[in-house]
T-cell receptor, first 112, second 114 residues
Framework: DAKTTQPPSMDCAEGRAANLPCNHS???????VYWYRQIHSQGPQYIIH???NNETNEMASLIITEDRKSSTLILPHATLRDTAVYYC?????????????FGTGTLLAVQP | DAMVIQNPRYQVTQFGKPVTLSCSQT?????MYWYQQKSSQAPKLLFH???????NEADTPDNFQSRRPNTSFCFLDIRSPGLGDAAMYLC?????????????FGPGTRLLVL
């Protein structure tokens, strides 16, 4: 399974864009990149996922590099409620499983 | 419009006293998962049910069991809780297990072992 590397922590000013990087240099061609976040003492929350193309939804944008070895999650206008641990997870492809193997994640602190 | 429900949110048990945590879902999903999350650590998958088929992770201790009596409910049984089993227990569901299927998590039950 492809492993991911994320910075342990990041700060972002409220109202500014938060850009969270993730390195997954050993990703295989059919493996998805998923992003979840976990606000303190709550269950993880799905944010977005992608395979090759950039993706956008109401919560965030996911930018995947052309070689797929890294990605960036963008929260366009961060609020205090976005303070959480953000997990970048590579899910094995081939259609057989969607098991999530969580890494250490990035603690994003949105500052007022 | 809660989708994955876990009750209670906090559970206290005594060392060695069996405890059951419950999870229910309104999504009619085929797959239900149980994760353990210890303090300051990431969630770790214990096992999952695909419909009625139980799938245990290789490193899940025998002390942990699960039951799924119907599509909506899934239980986590800890037969003899030790102090090291104090953690947040998270239930999740997904429609299927194919790559690209999203997992939806409940709020978790925090277990305290005295």
């Amino acid at each position: 399974d492809a492993k991911t590397t994320q910075p342990p922590s990041m700060d972002c000013a409220e109202g500014r864009a938060a850009n969270l990087p993730c390195n997954h240099s050993t990703i295989s061609g059919n493996e998805y990149v998923y992003w979840y976040r976990q606000i303190h003492s709550q269950g993880p929350q799905y944010i977005i996922h992608g395979l090759k193309n950039n993706e956008t939804n109401e919560m965030a944008s996911l930018i995947i590099t052309e070689d797929r070895k890294s990605s960036t999650l963008i929260l366009p206008h961060a609020t205090l409620r976005d303070t959480a641990v953000y997990y970048c997870i590579v899910v094995p492809g081939g259609g057989a499983t969607n098991k999530l193997i969580f890494g250490t994640g990035t603690l994003l602190a949105v500052q007022p | 419009d809660a989708m994955v429900i876990q009750n209670p949110r906090y559970q206290v048990t005594q060392f060695g006293k069996p405890v059951t945590l419950s999870c229910s879902q309104t999504l009619n999903h085929n797959v239900m998962y149980w994760y353990q999350q210890k303090s300051s650590q990431a969630p770790k998958l214990l096992f999952h049910y695909y419909d009625k088929d139980f799938n245990n992770e290789a490193d899940t201790p025998d002390n942990f069991q699960s039951r799924r009596p119907n599509t909506s409910f899934c239980f986590l049984d800890i037969r003899s809780p030790g102090l090291g089993d104090a953690a947040m227990y998270l239930c999740a569901t997904s429609r299927d297990m194919a790559s690209g299927e999203t997992q939806y998590f409940g709020p978790g039950t925090r277990l305290l072992v005295l």
